[in-house]
């Protein structure tokens, strides 16, 4: 712990007027531009995979609190029966609400397959009760035992045949795009490790001379930390702060497709994007380290 | 102040020192010659912790080189001056920053230690050249620069391998009087050289050692040369 904060104090304080670590021409541009590119594709990669969780939650949840029951019986009994069936659902525990679907409700929604002035009126219709579940969910076992005894004519569906399969896709893609999210980030770590080690063997001189001086090891690791870091830091920000732009531009295309419709990142999600740059910088210190202290030991 | 006992060395079997022992009091002067490959630079890396022997031991201020961490080494380089055969800098500083690099190395760079470097620019003849980059200098520059970036935290021993190795006579002349100056001003001097003619120039102004590698030995030359 002490020594972190040791390196952290002396990240920060170590003498900056002087350069001792040159700029070599080609690897910086590289690095910092892979680091922009690998931080650019995660931030898309971690906001879709955030997305998608957040619709699974979205459809999970609005298909979870609702269920119906249906009535097949002829016309003269439907009436009778239905009310047997509220009598039943106002007895059972965590039903909040249970509603007989009316004429109309019912022509809105068949509408889109018979037209809206099909003559609904004149055909057998099932009654259909919607029930909305109180936070304390609804024994669906029990309640449908009780009524296969009492109301065989009737039909329990908690949208369970539904919601599984719309769960369990949309965790599905919500876990792969954390996969590559974490692919992305053990594979960043290892190309800022083979920068770092190509940056060291144009500069195994530097070493040399450093170490001839009495240049301490940490002074030297130092050194190539901060001069690795800040380059990765840069080409991080700006990758993310790109990615961001295209982010904020999404919604737009996704209103007209009327799929992403309302479903935006909230807050939470947003300071998780915002730490890509971070992890990238934790990432370049580690991996500048090692390859410093291995370069350093080769020398002796 | 450099204790060299029972010291053998060889490169993957290649024997270059057996048996060597040496004492070195501080304010001497001495100079290490011997035949081309005869293990001049190994011996100076011996002494300077860079290599470590295979049996016997050495100790730079006490200390045994075999025992001491890399923190130690650097804080012992801190107080050795070494000049490389092969001079080596960072060719992306200035000459002024090289010589000031030990200082800024040790977190020395203050004002007052910036005086000693325009001042060891002048004693080498660098001043004009303080702008200048490592590479834009002459072999002789080279070796002085060397010299300058070795003395800057004032060391009290100087190791100097082949400091007039590509210099012509006059620049050797001048590059011995300043490590004469030095060893006036109390250093010990330990000069690896092929030039008989240096050594015998030195004997005429300073009491000198001549150290001989021949035959894995290290023997006292006479005062013939
Ligand atoms: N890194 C190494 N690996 C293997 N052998 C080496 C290495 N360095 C030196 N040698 C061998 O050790 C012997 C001594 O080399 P060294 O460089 O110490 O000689 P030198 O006296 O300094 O020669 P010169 O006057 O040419 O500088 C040589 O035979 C050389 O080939
Ligand atoms: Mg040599």
Redesign the interface.
């Known amino acids: 712990m002490s020594f972190m904060l040791n390196f952290w104090k002396s990240l920060l304080a170590s003498p900056d007027h002087i350069q001792v670590v040159p700029n070599t021409g080609f690897t910086v541009w590289l690095t910092t531009f892979t680091a922009g590119a690998m931080s650019f594709v995660a931030v898309i990669g971690l906001a879709f995979s955030l997305l998608c969780a957040e619709l699974s939650n979205r459809w999970g949840d609005s298909l979870k609190s609702a269920s119906s029951i249906r009535l097949s019986a002829p016309t003269d009994l439907l009436e009778k029966q239905t009310s047997i069936a509220l009598a039943i659902l106002d007895q059972t525990k965590g039903v909040g609400s249970a509603r007989l679907v009316g004429l109309q409700d019912k022509k809105k929604l068949l509408e889109p397959w018979l037209g809206f002035d099909f003559p609904l009126e004149a055909i057998e219709m099932p009654a259909l009760i919607e029930i909305q579940e109180t936070d304390v969910g609804v024994d669906y076992e029990g309640l449908r035992l009780r009524l296969s005894a009492e109301l065989p004519s009737a039909t329990l569906d908690n949208h369970s045949q539904w919601r599984q399969p719309i769960e369990v896709f949309a965790a599905l893609i919500s876990q792969l795009g954390m996969f590559t999210v974490a692919l992305l980030v053990l594979s960043s770590l290892a190309m800022v490790s083979m920068a770092a080690n190509a940056a060291l063997s144009a500069n195994i001189k530097v070493l040399r001379v450093l170490r001839l001086v009495g240049a301490f090891d940490a002074f030297i690791v130092t050194a190539f930390v901060r001069k690795f870091t800040s380059r990765v830091f840069v080409g991080s920000i700006l990758g993310t702060f790109c990615a961001g732009i295209v982010l904020v531009l999404m919604p737009d295309f996704s209103e007209n497709l009327g799929i992403l419709d309302e479903v935006n990142l909230d807050l939470i999600d947003k300071i998780w994007l915002g730490t890509v740059p971070l992890i990238f910088v934790i990432i370049s210190i580690f991996a500048t380290r090692m390859a410093v202290k291995t370069s350093l030991k080769r020398l002796m | 102040m450099l204790e060299i006992s029972k010291v053998s060395y060889s490169y993957g079997g290649n024997s270059v020192f057996s048996d060597v022992s040496l004492s070195v009091a501080p304010g001497s002067f001495y100079f290490l010659t011997g035949p081309s490959g005869s293990g001049k630079t190994t011996f100076i890396n011996l002494c300077a912790g860079a290599l470590i022997p295979e049996v016997g031991n050495i100790r730079v201020f006490g200390e045994e080189t075999r025992n001491m961490s ?2 130690e080494l ?2 012992m ?2 107080r050795l001056g ?1 000049v ?1 055969q092969n001079c ?6 200035s000459i002024e ?1 090289n010589i ?3 200082l ?4 020395m ?1 203050n004002t007052k230690e910036r005086a000693n470097v325009l001042e060891l620019m002048k004693w080498v003849g660098l001043d004009s050249k303080s702008n200048v980059k490592p590479q834009e200098l002459s072999g002789g520059e080279r070796q002085r620069l060397a010299l300058a ?1 070795a003395v800057i ?1 004032s060391p009290e021993i100087i190791l100097a391998d082949e400091p007039t190795g590509n210099v012509d006579w006059e620049m050797s002349q001048r590059l011995l009087t300043l490590m004469i100056e030095l060893n006036k001003m109390g250093k010990t001097i330990f000069i690896s050289t092929h030039d008989l003619s240096l050594i015998r120039l030195a004997k005429a102004n300073v009491t000198a050692r001549t150290l001989r590698i021949s035959d894995l030995k290290l023997s006292q030359a006479g005062a013939d040369l």
């Open positions: 890399n923190y650097s804080q380089r801190r070494i490389h080596e800098f960072l060719d992306h500083l920053e000031a690099l030990p800024t190395v040790a977190g760079d970036r935290m």
